[in-house]
């Protein structure tokens, strides 16, 4: 008796596409309304919604939006603009490495990556005088090495000083800490705005004096770690050019939120 052959079957079977074809479009769906649903309008929303009919087998119409802002939503979906933000510190981090490698050696200079995001670390005693915030000589090179690291990308760039626990021995006008650090980073903010014309909007300079150290401030070593400039590339933070009810952006405390 002749035995009957098995038909195999070759590629995905036809219910796996139709249920991957809803799964991108669903995905699609709820990428714009976790987006920022305030921007869009309601004639794009049914641009949005159009794009359902036909696709899931119920519905009734075409398969593709209206030409528009949203009209390549859905199909093409590496093209999203998250994609390439949600990127842009690790792609950074390694160009700071190899931008800054001979400082890095030197020890004038620490790039490291934490939850605030891309950490750019400068040494202060190789860039200020004691208990001055002018910018030496040398520090000039290391902005401009800086500014390249900035300029390609949109991300809230925030200026952190900080002192060691060591009070104010020279008189520079500062009479404290505060004083000091909070100097030292607005000199670096506006050095990168007017030399290095770096969008002031994106910037923003911060006073932590001797309250955030990152090593022990009882031995020399530890309070020469403590005192440093953190020039923080913010992990998806973003400036952004649109306007809410006639109010330009950024919003006041936008890249704190």
């Known amino acids: 008796m002749a035995q009957r052959k098995k038909h195999e079957q070759k590629g995905a079977p036809p219910w796996l596409v139709s249920m991957g074809d809803m799964n991108n479009l669903l995905m699609c769906f709820f990428i714009v309304l976790m987006g920022d649903i305030s921007v869009i309008t309601q004639e794009e929303f049914y641009m949005t919604m159009s794009s359902f009919k036909g696709s899931l087998g119920i519905l009734t119409g075409g398969k593709s939006l209206s030409p ?62 004691t208990g001055s915030a002018a910018l030496k000589e040398e520090i000039r090179p290391v902005l401009k090495k800086v500014s390249e690291i900035i300029r390609p990308v949109n991300n809230f760039v925030r200026i952190e000083g900080h002192t060691d626990n060591n009070p104010i021995t020279v008189k520079k006008g500062y009479k404290t800490n505060w004083e000091l650090s909070g100097a030292r980073s607005i000199n670096i903010l506006r050095y990168l705005s007017e030399e290095e014309k770096i969008p002031p909007a994106q910037l923003s300079a911060v006073a932590f004096g001797q309250y955030r150290p990152v090593d022990d401030n009882n031995t020399p070593e530890g309070r020469a770690y403590n005192r440093r400039v953190d020039i923080v590339i913010l992990k998806e933070k973003f400036v952004e050019d649109k306007k809410i009810k006639g109010i330009s952006r950024p919003l006041p405390d936008e890249e704190w939120r």
Do not use: C, H, W
């Not at 998250?82 to 931008?99: C, F, I, N, P, W």
């Open 68 to 129: 528009g802002r949203l009209s390549e939503l859905g199909q093409n979906m590496m093209a999203l603009p998250s994609k390439d933000k949600g990127k842009t510190v690790g792609k950074q981090m390694k160009r700071a490495l190899e931008v800054f490698k001979p400082e890095i050696q030197s020890k004038y200079v620490r790039v490291m990556e934490d939850e605030r995001g891309l950490v750019i670390t400068l040494a202060s005693d190789s860039f200020f005088d």
